[in-house]
Each structure stands twice: as C-alpha cells, then as structure tokens.
C-alpha cells in the first residue's frame, strides 16, 4: 500500500528582514515512491522549500512531518543525522569535492549517515563495491573510477552526483535544478536515468526545475507561485508556459 511519506501543514516562512511570506501552504503531502515536479520562476522560493524540508532551515510556523517524524521538532544534530540518513541530494553545481576520486565521492555519503553503510554492508559487498556498480548501472567507465572530479566532463560530473544521492538507498531524492548545465539531448537521457534509478531503489523523487521543457515527462507537477505549491491539472501541464520575467 502506498503510504505519505511527507506531510506539511500550515508552514509559514519568511526571511528575517521581509515583510512578505515566501511561502505560505496549507497542506502538502508526498506519497512514498512518487516522481514529483516542481516549477518556479527563480526567486518564487524553490530552494528554500528544498532546504526546508531537508532541515537545512528551521522554522517558526507549521508543521513538517516525514516518515512519521515531526523534522521541526528536530535539534540541529537531529537534523543533520536525519538528512543524512534519509536523503540523497543533488545540487545545481553537483557540490563533489575536487581533491577526492570517483569512488571517494560516491562513498563519502556513507562517511555520515551509519544507516547507509549498514544498507550497503547488509548486501554482502564493501562501501567500494556498491560504489562500483552504481557507476556500472549509470555508464560511468571503469578508467573514470581513480580520475578526481576535476578531469571528469560535466556530465561525467553529473553522473558521480546521481550515484552518491543514490548509495545506501535513501527513501527521498532532492533533485536541485539539475540539468541547468546541459542540452536537450543530455536533459532527457539524465531524467530517464534518474527515473530508472530511483525505481530501482524505490526512491521518492522531488524534482525541482524553472525548465518547464521537463514537466511532461512527470505524472505530477506543483507550481510554486503566490507562496504556495498548486498542482497543476494534466491539460494545464501540457498546454501552460507561464513565462519567468
């Protein structure tokens, strides 16, 4: 049975010296194994629902409960142990660290959450191994395997980002403008690769993009505007571009 992974209730946030909310949503609530969009122009408050629903910001007003633990009743250590454990996130700009290789980035997201390590550990295989073939399973080639981030093309780059958001199977991945970099071609074949990868590991995905060129291809889409997040009819999904001034 498909149960709420993510519920949201009466979230208010501003930033300290606004005047105006940023976002304000009633109710908002994500099934466990969906593949959600988000669209937003840029300023309409996409990162920072990300940032606060991954615990990177607190807040004041509202309530965020995911998998059945109220996140803003967290302590910051709570927070980040949850994150952690909970969550695969890719970044706009990847965030690799340069001076570590292919795996070394891969594996470093065990190094925080022990829930992770002991995922991967249970299938019999090292933090390496599982690394190894998650590369094997998104085309990265065994030659790129010892290479720092920093010889690696951008989608190269890309690729190493998916499979250390992936490793340990978190229940949540955060996609964060992720093809902002690159063409048509390499947008489509990265979505359909992150779809078959998080299905694999029966990941929820929360997709996050002011490219409305992507939304057709997901069965969901929310547009963040006003403050709030409003899911779009089908018919509106394929037929509504609402420029971003």
């Not at 594996?107 to 998650?134: P, T």
């Not at 690769?193 to 939304?215: A, G, I, R, W, Y």
């Amino acid at each position: 049975m498909t149960t709420s992974l993510i519920n949201i209730s009466d979230l208010k946030f501003r930033y300290d010296r606004s005047d105006n909310w940023l976002l304000s949503i009633d109710n908002w609530s994500l099934l466990s194994n969906e593949h959600v969009f988000i669209e937003g122009c840029s300023g309409s408050g996409k990162s920072s629902f990300l940032n606060i629903i991954t615990g990177l910001i607190p807040i004041k007003d509202g309530h965020i409960s995911i998998l059945n633990e109220e996140i803003n009743k967290q302590s910051k250590i709570q927070s980040d142990r949850f994150r952690a454990n909970h969550f695969g996130i890719i970044f706009q700009m990847f965030n690799l660290i340069p001076y570590l290789n292919v795996i070394e980035n891969i594996v470093l997201a065990c190094s925080f959450s022990k829930r992770k390590k002991e995922r991967v550990l249970k299938k019999g295989i090292s933090l390496n191994d599982e690394a190894q073939r998650l590369c094997r399973e998104l085309d990265i080639d065994h030659s790129l395997f010892s290479k720092s981030i920093n010889e690696l093309s951008i989608g190269q780059q890309q690729r190493v980002a998916v499979a250390r958001a992936l490793i340990g199977e978190p229940e949540i991945i955060i996609a964060d403008e992720p093809t902002s970099a690159l063409d048509e071609r390499r947008k489509n074949q990265f979505l359909e690769l992150l779809f078959t990868e998080c299905e694999k590991v029966n990941s929820t995905l929360v997709f996050v993009s002011h490219d409305q060129t992507l939304k057709s291809q997901f069965k969901k889409v929310y547009s963040l505007s006003d403050s709030t997040l409003k899911l779009q009819s089908k018919s509106n999904q394929e037929t509504e571009i609402s420029p971003c001034p």
